[in-house]
């Protein structure tokens, strides 16, 4: 992979399109809009800081250049519109306001000043964003505040311009960088490492190339062997019912699934559809079932506050937010040794 810096490039010419992102099932990106509204606040504040990184893109092919059409632009447009009265906090403001609120059609009416010319047609990009997505989409929405406070806008960034050798080269790029991301910032949850392995297999991906995005060797297993029935009998979906709602029917939980007793047995036994999924969708393993997502959120209202904070945890898909206790575990220790005799567990 080569690459080449291009300081300043015009906010008009680069362009993050919903289908190019890997790592993402949707387009929620953000653990809550006040995620956004913060990233937003921030580059009001201080424009685009280079210290965060800058945004890796690709340059657009001309046979990319399709994607361009008026009625993707439109919906891109119509997307960042639903977010309607944003209240934005002005970032060390001492007097008022110290807040903006932007609407939906101000943020609609910026976006085009960017993506559309003055008759309405969709601008021609340059480039097509690989890494960066949530910068690139706030940025017109920090413009649409700045220049309702009469402020100069962002009118260009820094990107970093990517060649590749190859599409899977490209989207293991892409998947890396949205892997454990900082606070504040959704980190991938299981369904989007099901999705991003799916289309990283499609591109011809290796277990050894599923280990470049972080996932350790059997997890790199496990779902390439999911990929692999999943190619081998399309009727039984397998993959898009691990996408599925959990409460969806035929929805599939990929944390259940072993990649030896269900997948890799499939693999080897199995020579028909009906045989494979009786395989893959039984307890060989016999581990007891852990306890569904509705009792967990329930725990989240839990009277006891270590508890709600575990359940809380748990919900986010971030766990490691528990590592933080490790500086007192002496403290908590004692407290532990004092309830468990409380409950008779001692």
């Known amino acids: 992979m080569a690459n080449k810096v291009i300081p300043f490039v015009s906010v008009s010419d680069i362009h993050a399109y919903n289908d190019d992102n ?3 099932i949707d387009d929620q990106w953000f653990r809550a809009v006040k995620d956004m509204i913060a990233l937003i606040a921030s580059l009001v504040h201080k424009g685009f800081d ?3 990184g ?3 893109a690709a340059e657009l092919l001309d046979a990319d250049k399709r994607k361009l059409s008026a009625t993707e632009r439109n919906a891109r447009i119509l997307t960042l519109s639903e977010y309607k009265d944003l209240e934005i906090p002005l970032i060390g403001a001492t007097e008022k306001p110290t807040h903006v609120v932007i609407t939906g059609a101000e943020i609609e009416k910026e976006a085009r000043r960017w993506w559309c010319s003055s008759n309405g047609k969709a601008k021609q990009a340059k ?4 890494f960066g997505f949530r910068r690139m989409w706030c940025v017109v929405i920090a413009n649409a505040v700045l220049r309702k406070l009469d402020r100069p806008v962002i009118e ?3 990107i970093n311009v990517l060649t590749f050798e190859s599409k899977l080269e490209r989207e293991l790029t892409n998947v890396r960088e949205n892997t454990d991301k900082a606070t504040g910032l959704l980190r991938q949850s299981v369904k989007d490492t099901v999705f991003a ?5 499609g591109e011809g991906a290796s277990e050894s190339d599923l280990s470049k995005i972080g996932l350790k060797r059997g997890m790199c297993q496990k779902y390439h062997r999911l990929c692999t029935l999943n190619v081998q009998y399309p009727s039984l979906k397998l993959v898009e019912r691990c996408l599925r709602d959990d409460e969806a029917e035929g929805y599939i939980d990929v944390k259940g699934l072993h990649k030896e007793e269900n997948l ?4 080897k036994e199995a020579t028909t559809a009906e045989a494979v999924e009786a395989i893959v969708l039984s307890k060989g393993n016999n581990e007891p079932p852990m306890a569904n997502k509705k009792d967990i959120k329930g725990l989240t209202q839990n009277p006891v506050w270590a508890v709600r ?6 919900m986010a898909n971030d766990v490691g937010r528990l590592s933080s206790f490790n500086a007192k575990a002496d403290d908590f220790n004692t407290l532990t040794d004092e309830f468990a005799k409380l409950v008779g567990e001692a």
């Open 54 to 56: 800058i945004i890796g």
């Open 264 to 267: 890799q047995k499939a693999i």
């Open 197 to 201: 392995v799916s289309r990283l297999f």
């Open 50 to 52: 280079v210290a965060q």
């Open 309 to 314: 904070w575990v359940a809380k945890a748990i």
């Open 22 to 24: 890997t790592s993402r």
């Open 127 to 130: 480039y097509d964003v690989v």
């Open 156 to 158: 260009s960034i820094p």
